[in-house]
């Protein structure tokens, strides 16, 4: 280590795009400035990336200005809150090593610890905090890992701790009212139910997980989509023997649910699929958002649901065909009328769609020049969160705005010319349906049934329009 006080850079990355990480921020930094500071560093710089989302360009300036003040040893000390902030790939890192060692920098500093880059175990634990690498090198690993292997190849059980569900201790004998609840649950699930629905379900019979705790979305998930209960024997992700278990579902039904859990249709919203008004009704007596649920012999159903995580108040049903019909006639209906016209002429003063996507990108833009202010040190923290909030407010407003006008692009041409829509009407595809009666329609009330009767009331609906 030099007798000079080391001149440090501080790297931040924030993501824009996500709401409400202003305090998180604030703390990154802060805890950056107080670890320089408890290190005796001089910090010389601070590089601040915007994270614009996933989707959306990769580029980032600051970390390149980094590694390029790096290399010209204008800084040679680095702080940063987490790894993970500073590198998001594994050839990042690697670079992010070379740079360091051509400059001779053998010090980063991260407020969860100190890596010395300089030797092995430094660059090791470096890469494992940024869970970049496997510890390949490590004999120790691979011999547990060779064994492993061996023991999947040959479909024997492993593990210890808790027993799989269906089966009992010895992971081998099945247990039969648990093997008849994952035929239950996987039957309902390739009809087309949502996993959330039969997780309601079994949680309101008491079916419990093998700890005794309620099933959650995600544990059904894995349980369902686990190749064990196929018999079948899976190591790393990957199917690799017949298991030296039964199985409780056949491999072609392991199959066709993991097919199903990986249809980016699904990953979505499962509900938006099969179920035309899904979000779009609202229970009559409490305002809940009916949610999707069929009968035990499959009649779609939209129900109050009371459940756990649901919080209505589990007195209204309705019968999905019924209503879906009576909606559908309403909103061609609608879509026909002078009012929907006259309500849409109304919205098309708002600019363009190019305007407000222009404005989206203007307060991004604001968003990175505010950043850099306060990295050049032009203004402080707190001014920094203050005017990020203001122009994320305005950067929610014009996605919003886009997002309404991509509502009445669903009805472009349809406007005034029903009887085309009504014509295609049936051919469309279920998310272009509920595309275009979110555009006309904002929710509809769904009233108590009429005791006795068993066809749609129509007077249970009540129609609130968009508009
Ligand atoms: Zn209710």
Redesign the pocket.
Known sequence: MSLVAVRSGIYARISSDREGDGLAIGRQLEDCERLAGERGWRVVERYIDQDVSAYKSRVRPAYRRLLEDLRTGSIDGVIVYHLDRLHRQPRELEEFFDVCKAAGVDDLATVTGRINLSDADGQFQARILGAVAKKESDDKSRRIRRKHEEMAAAGRVSGGGTRPYGYAADRRTIRPGEAAVIHEAATRLLAGESIRSICTALNERDERTVTGAEWTQQTLRRMLSSARISGQREHRGAIVATAEWPGILTPADTERIRALFNDPARRTNKTARRYLLARLLR?G????TLVSRPTATGTRRYV?ASGPGFG?????TITAEHVEYAITEAVLFRLDSPELAASLQGRSDDPAAAEWQAEADRAQAQLDELATAYAEQLIGLQEWLTARGAIEQRLQAARKKLATLNRITALDGYLGNASELREQWPEMPLSRQAAIIAAALDHAVIGPATPGRNTLDPSRVTFVWRG
Do not use: T
Not at 312 to 316: A, E, S, V
């Open positions: 229970c007596r409490c305002g809940a109050c209505g108040c589990g007195r209204i």
